[in-house]
């Protein structure tokens, strides 16, 4: 009779090494914090149009991208909450960035679409894994450097439209953080579907056999 394999490797108790159950935690108000940035940035530059003050909202989105989870390692704060915020912040700054960009042209609607076929891409592969009884594959390194790149690539882009002195030289530098993330992007999540089709034929492999 054929066992079905176990979900995922449990490393072994040590205690207080791995993501806790707290909710109340330095790392885990940042990220609400940014959260909370989201619909601010929106108002900012689709309503009141204040494209200085939308700038400074996002450049201060993408600096606590990593600090947040580096004050985590640092204060042990680590916790489960805090492993399904960070992602979450990080994607909802850039789509929600990606549609306002489009909406006023600052952005070409095929640069969104391309981030936007990665979700897509990322969604149906979390839906296989789910249905298989997987969560979420880790975040990988690759997937936050590309989200880093785009994270600063916005608001030097967004600099670019606002700031005229500056225009050539920022929209310079932003396009070619916002290409490299691209880039960086689709590579993490050509990473995700292979581990993710790692697991689902590990599922698989035994009842092949069986």
């Not at 600096?63 to 985590?72: K, L, N, R, S």
Request: aromatic share 10%; charged share 15%.
């Amino acid at each position: 009779m054929s066992r079905r394999p176990a979900r995922a490797e449990q490393p072994p108790d040590t205690g207080d090494q791995g993501p806790g159950n707290r909710v109340l935690t330095l790392p885990n108000l940042i990220s609400f914090g940014r959260l909370l940035g989201v619909p601010l940035f929106l108002y900012l530059f689709l309503v009141a149009r204040s494209d200085v003050a939308a700038v400074v909202v996002l450049a201060i989105g993408g600096t606590t991208d990593w600090v947040d989870g580096w004050i985590a390692r640092r204060l042990r704060q680590v916790s489960r909450l805090g492993e399904l915020l960070d992602p979450l912040a990080d994607r909802l700054y850039i789509l929600a960035t990606l549609v306002a960009f489009t909406a006023r042209e600052v952005v070409p609607w095929q640069f969104t679409a391309a981030l936007l076929a990665r979700e897509l891409l990322l969604l149906a592969s979390l839906a296989v894994l789910r249905r298989h009884g997987y969560g979420p594959p880790p975040v990988h390194y690759m997937g936050k450097t590309a989200t880093f790149l785009l994270l600063a690539a916005f608001p030097v882009l967004l600099l670019a439209t606002a700031a005229t002195g500056v225009a050539t030289a920022a929209s310079a530098i932003g396009w070619a953080l916002a290409w490299w993330g691209l880039v960086l992007y689709w590579v993490a999540g050509g990473m995700y579907v292979v581990q993710a089709a790692r697991l689902v034929r590990a599922v698989r492999g035994p009842r092949a056999v069986a």
